[in-house]
């Protein structure tokens, strides 16, 4: 599986590797992880994304390797690069926000490797398993193929991709691979205590309260198989919390009892919504952020919609209904204990 992507890293000597908008842990783990290793194989690599890391993830690249993309600074790089590699990205070139505008017109060669489902390819060499729990799950396969050295910082990197992108080994595609994989990232030198401490426990005592005010919103709908909630602006100043900050607000909706879909909608700062969509991944809902020219996965997936607040939280609503109506049926009893 790896033969033609370690010919390439072998072959090429400039690299530069970005991943999707916001990047997420997983994200950013499989960049530092696959930069390091370029680098101690001697080659020049700059991780350049359209984003910056979010305040929370910055744990993860203490030697500040990662670099905001900027076209006037980075373009001639990107034009002399060999090679440029995507990570963790699946739905085309604007996935990977403003960098991806101009990697579009300049087609650099490209090489993609990633774990979503999404069936369109973009670069010019693609590895995509969409059963692997995290990309990082595939970057350490790549690397043990390469039969590189996996340094502490590289495990740790990798090591908290995989805890967060599996939602600490709870969603549907952690697997054997992934505890095996995790049990020799730990040997490597990943500790999962101080990793769980960085990744989870780091919040501001307002991004608690925040969340406490969104279960305070939060509304439950379809006899109990959906909880909903949405977000303004206003609320998430009174708050001082950004709406990349809300990673795990949607999947709170699915620790109630019953729940097939929990739907979170907040308003931008440029007055769109962020659809947050996650369910039991029984019931697909990453063709519904499709639709919306979002993506992800079964079990978790999102998009962002123009229009007003209320009018996509109706509009998301009344699909997200239709597709639990055609694919479960109402439970006879309705949950009792609402309000
Ligand atoms: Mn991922």
Redesign the pocket.
């Known amino acids: 599986m790896w033969d033609e992507v370690l010919d390439i890293l072998r072959r090429h000597n400039r690299f530069v590797i970005t991943t999707h908008s916001n990047p997420d842990l997983?994200?950013l783990g499989c960049e530092l992880a696959l930069d390091e290793h370029l680098r101690t194989i001697g080659k020049q690599v700059c991780i350049l994304n359209s984003d910056p890391t979010a305040r929370l993830h910055r744990f993860v690249d203490p030697q500040r390797r990662i670099r905001v993309y900027q076209p006037r600074r980075h373009d001639r790089l990107i034009e002399g690069a060999d090679v440029l590699i995507v990570l963790?990205a699946s739905g085309g070139w604007k996935r990977l926000g403003r960098i991806g505008d101009t990697l579009s017109r300049m087609h650099p060669y490209s090489v993609r490797i990633d774990?979503h489902p999404d069936p369109q390819s973009f670069t010019d060499v693609e590895v995509v398993d969409d059963s692997a729990a995290?990309?990082a799950e595939l970057i350490f396969e790549l690397l043990r193929a390469a039969a590189g050295k996996i340094t502490e910082a590289m495990a740790r990197a990798l090591y908290v991709a995989i805890l967060t992108?599996t939602g600490s080994f709870r969603y549907p595609k952690t697997s054997p691979r992934t505890h095996r994989i995790t049990a020799e990232l730990i040997e490597l030198g990943a500790n999962p205590a101080d990793l769980a401490r960085l990744a989870y426990n780091q919040y501001s005592l307002n991004l608690l309260r925040l969340q406490g005010h969104m279960l305070d919103l939060m509304q439950s709908d379809a006899g109990g198989r959906l909880v909903w909630s949405a977000l303004d602006q206003n609320t998430l100043r009174a708050y001082g919390v950004r709406e990349a900050e809300l990673d795990n607000f949607a999947s709170l909706g699915m620790q109630v009892a019953g729940v097939l879909v929990s739907v979170l909608c907040v308003e931008t700062p440029d007055g769109r919504v962020k659809v947050s969509l996650r369910s039991d991944a029984s019931l697909p809902v990453n063709d519904l952020a499709a639709e919306w020219g979002g993506g992800g996965h079964a079990s978790a997936a999102g998009a962002t919609v123009s229009g007003a607040l209320h009018q996509v939280t109706d509009m998301v609503l009344a699909r997200v209904k239709a597709l639990l109506d055609s694919h479960t049926a109402p439970p006879q009893h309705p949950a009792s204990g609402e309000p």
């Open positions: 997983d994200a963790d774990h995290a990309t992108d």
